[in-house]
């Protein structure tokens, strides 16, 4: 093999055996360590692709890794400088950090949770947050620790009393504003009091919610809070699913063995190439707002498919209009002098006062016990072109808005849209998995 480099950004990730048994696909080149530690070649251009797959995160990844096992070519993108999207974990202090927010993986899908296991070991980690409202500390979700903590009461009876008696007083307050008899809430505010009553409302619901959506819950909607569960049983396990965990090393790691980057990756009949650091818009030769037929790169690609995981409004130019999101923003903060700073991985900040709604610690993740710790504050934010787009608004307006860009990809019988951003829809990890399983069997 000739020693060849290229330009920085142009390459893709595959395990050195792989480059060894295919090196006659490949023009020439030179296999190295990659910064994130996978071996690395880089690439010439002129390749075809059955696929090009349009984000390196979880969903990209999934598809990717069952299309080559289904004998496809496929070139991965990402417009960031690492693999992984949102999920992607980085080493500081020897701390696996979940740069873009916590994430824990839970599913009652068998199927989903066998699969994720075959790239990577998990630990028994549950999500026990705990709420801060002043000078109080309150365990969620809502249950019977946190309802003896709030009243000083032992018993389910006591407690469901206390919320029926507190519910009801709000229910007849409103009605009595409105002058009628009939209970309809008209906003966000009137809905949650008429569930949890006032005490849980002001001191956990109201300032949160506030801060997720910028707004006073007086004027959001009441259908974002159909119900709020309780649980008059102690229990602070977050989550009621049958399985949950953290991987261990991170979730780099399990992308990476997705996208067949590690040594010890399972061997397929297809391959992945991976580029990071590439926007789609300036590798893809366009037309107008929509790549151009056939799919080609710059640097001389062609692909018969296209799966983009990125904003669907975005992809055909907002020709329809825009979808609204939310964001968030981080600030991430190295202790190395500190061991333990908050004895818990995830602490909200309920009072609105407060600017940033939690505080994760994110050694606990793993049971980290070593010197130093690294917390994250979370900030919501407004969205605005050019921010990262975490949370797809799925209000009636929004939602009849991505129907017709639905409808607009018709279309494009040979580019398919995934993820969240793609489907505009809140997915937690393992319906990305099982979204992406599915597109994937039914693309095969």
């Known amino acids: 093999m000739i020693n060849w480099r290229n330009k920085e950004d142009e390459f893709f990730f595959v395990p050195f055996v792989f480059c060894f048994l295919h090196k006659n696909r490949y023009n020439r080149g030179i296999s190295e360590k990659g910064k994130h530690g996978f071996s690395l070649y880089h690439a010439i251009g002129d390749m075809r692709y059955d696929y090009l797959i349009v984000g390196a995160g979880l969903f990209g990844a999934v598809f990717a890794h069952e299309m080559a096992a289904n004998g496809k070519d496929v070139l991965v993108i990402d417009k960031r400088e690492h693999i992984g999207g949102n999920i992607y974990t980085e080493n500081k202090l020897g701390i696996n950090v979940h740069k873009y927010g916590a994430h824990i993986f839970h599913t009652s899908d068998k199927e989903v949770w066998e699969y994720v296991n075959r790239f990577a070991e998990f630990n028994n980690y549950i999500n026990s947050p705990v709420a801060v409202y002043g000078n109080e500390l309150y365990n969620l979700p809502f249950n019977m620790n946190t309802f003896s903590k709030m009243w000083g009461i032992k018993t389910p009876e006591e407690a469901k009393a206390i919320i029926d008696k507190q519910a009801q007083e709000e229910i007849e307050r409103i009605n009595k504003e409105k002058g009628t008899d009939i209970f309809s809430a008209d906003n966000l505010e009137e809905q949650a009091l008429s569930l949890a009553g006032r005490d849980i409302y002001e001191k956990l619901v109201k300032g949160y919610t506030e801060k997720q959506w910028g707004r006073d819950c007086k004027e959001l909607p009441a259908f974002i809070i159909r119900r709020i569960p309780m649980r008059f049983i102690y229990d602070n396990n977050y989550f009621n699913d049958r399985y949950q965990g953290i991987p261990i090393g991170g979730y780099t790691e399990l992308v990476s063995k997705l996208l067949l980057l590690s040594a010890d990756s399972e061997k397929l009949s297809g391959t992945i190439a991976v580029k990071t650091s590439v926007d789609y818009y300036d590798f893809v030769n366009m037309s107008g707002n929509v790549p151009a037929e056939p799919y080609t ?115 494009y019988p040979n580019i398919l849209f995934g993820g969240r951003l793609g489907q505009y829809k809140y997915y937690n990890m393992d319906q990305v998995i099982r979204e992406a399983l599915d597109l994937s069997k039914n693309n095969a």
């Open 297 to 411: 790169s710059v640097t001389g690609d062609s692909f018969e498919k296209i799966l983009f995981t990125g904003m669907i409004d975005e992809f055909f130019g907002y020709k329809l209009g825009t979808l609204e999101y939310r964001s968030l923003r981080f600030e991430t903060e190295e202790l190395p002098e500190v061991d333990n700073y908050q004895g818990n991985a995830v602490v909200n900040y309920t009072e609105r006062e407060i600017p940033f709604t939690r505080i994760i610690e994110h050694k606990h993740f793993e049971y980290g016990t070593g010197k130093g710790t690294v917390i994250t504050r979370e900030y919501p934010a407004e969205w605005k072109h050019g921010d990262e787009p975490y949370y797809p608004m799925n209000d009636d307006k929004n939602n009849e808005l991505f129907k017709k860009y639905t409808e607009l990809s018709k279309e």
